[in-house]
């Protein structure tokens, strides 16, 4: 059964850094591509940043040049590292893992006071 848990959400000044994980189990990780999504109070959810099976990353206007995704297939985990973090960063994030078939984990809040 595919599960995806993340980790690492929180409540952080306007200019901090926070670390999001996402681990992920009943899947065969490699071959995924993973993405974290966010959700705003009252928005829809939307892309954040991706990472392919090869590493390829793509990421959200809003997010560059302050978030980065990477992942570590031995471990099946991803991660989104956001520095420079601003108050409309704040949102509840979800891990997704897409391979045709898509699974979401169940979100982390994260909340950036200005």
């Known amino acids: 059964q595919a599960q995806l848990v993340e980790s690492g959400g929180g409540l952080v000044q306007a200019g901090g850094s926070l670390r999001l994980s996402c681990a992920a189990s009943?899947?065969?990780?490699?071959?995924?591509?993973m993405g974290w999504y966010r959700q705003a109070p009252g928005k829809q959810r939307e892309l954040v940043a991706s990472?392919?099976?090869?590493?390829?990353?793509n990421y959200a206007d809003s997010v560059k040049g302050r978030f980065t995704i990477s992942r570590d297939n031995a471990k099946n985990t991803v991660y989104l590292q956001m520095d420079s973090l601003k108050s409309e960063d704040t949102g509840d994030y979800y891990c997704?893992?897409?391979?045709?078939?898509?699974?979401w984990g169940q979100g982390t809040q994260v909340t950036v006071s200005s």
């Open positions: 997704n893992a897409d391979a045709g078939v898509r699974y």
């Open positions: 009943g899947i065969m990780f490699s071959i995924y591509t």
């Open positions: 990472i392919s099976r090869s590493s390829r990353t």
